[in-house]
């Protein structure tokens, strides 16, 4: 699986912005999707998952009630809605296939990565 991600910006506090990642190769809809964000000198962290059929979804605390993450399996395309943006939202985004289909935090349980795509909130 290939996963390209973008939709990334520049927005003020109190923002919206929509993410994709669109995939490429067999089997998308046997793989949940999670996002992921990382800024310099720290680790990547999980912001959201969805399984694989979309029924379940899974949020970091600090992002609960503003972001939400859907998916298309149609099409081959997860999208992550970031609503209230503020400061601490900034960083490099990006999305992430996992092969059980569950949609947990665990970055070491995800397969197929991204590229990123930079989000910066002004304050």
């Known amino acids: 699986v290939q996963l390209q991600a973008s939709g990334g910006g520049f927005v003020q506090a109190g923002g919206s912005l929509r993410l994709s990642c669109a995939a490429s190769?067999?089997?998308?809809?046997?793989?949940?999707m999670g996002w992921f964000r990382q800024v310099p000198g720290k680790e990547r962290e999980f912001v959201a998952a969805?399984?694989?059929?979309?029924?379940?979804?899974n949020y970091a605390d600090s992002v609960k009630g503003r972001f939400t993450i859907s998916r298309d399996n149609a099409n081959n395309a997860v999208y992550l809605q970031m609503n209230m943006l503020n400061a601490d939202d900034t960083a490099v985004y990006y999305c992430?296939?996992?092969?059980?289909?569950?949609?947990?935090?665990?970055?070491?349980?995800?397969?197929?990565w991204g590229q990123g795509t930079q989000v910066t909130v002004s304050s």
């Open positions: 992430a296939a996992e092969s059980y289909g569950l949609g947990i935090s665990a970055r070491y349980k995800y397969d197929y």
């Open positions: 190769g067999r089997a998308f809809s046997s793989y949940a």
């Open positions: 969805v399984s694989a059929t979309g029924r379940s979804t």
